[in-house]
């Protein structure tokens, strides 16, 4: 088992930026699989975007350009930037570690960002954008 903590959630206007840090341990450190998702009232946990142990990144096209997924293994935290928020990215954000269908299809293919892929959830944190 792995633990991750996210943190950085708030409340903001329209336009406005947050930035999101998800700390995890030694565990869901070696992992290959790390992700971004969120989930908004009454709707699916969706991916927002991946980061493999390559470095490639991924992202859900409705977000594309505005958020940016990084990782610093020193700290063994992830991070998301978040900037131009609109309403529609209101949700409880959560990171993920861990590739629960073995690695390979991220080697191959890059990050995937169905929920099914990731193994390890942490708490989440919640975003609200307000117009």
């Known amino acids: 088992q792995a633990h991750l ?33 969120r989930q908004a009232p009454g709707k699916e946990r969706e991916g927002v975007a991946g980061i493999d142990g390559d470095g490639r990144t991924n992202y859900a096209d409705s977000v594309k350009g505005r958020f940016t997924i990084s990782k610093d293994n020193a700290k063994n935290t992830l991070y998301q930037q978040m900037n131009s928020l609109e309403p529609e990215d209101t949700a409880i954000y959560y990171c993920a570690a861990g590739c629960s269908r073995g690695s390979q299809s991220w080697r191959d293919a890059g990050p995937r960002l169905q929920r099914d892929y990731l193994r390890y959830w942490g708490q989440g944190t919640p975003v609200t954008v307000s117009s």
């Open 5 to 37: 903590a996210e943190s950085g959630g708030g409340s903001v206007q329209t336009g406005g930026s947050l930035s999101l840090s998800c700390a995890y341990d030694s565990h869901a450190a070696t992992s290959y699989c790390k992700a971004w998702f």
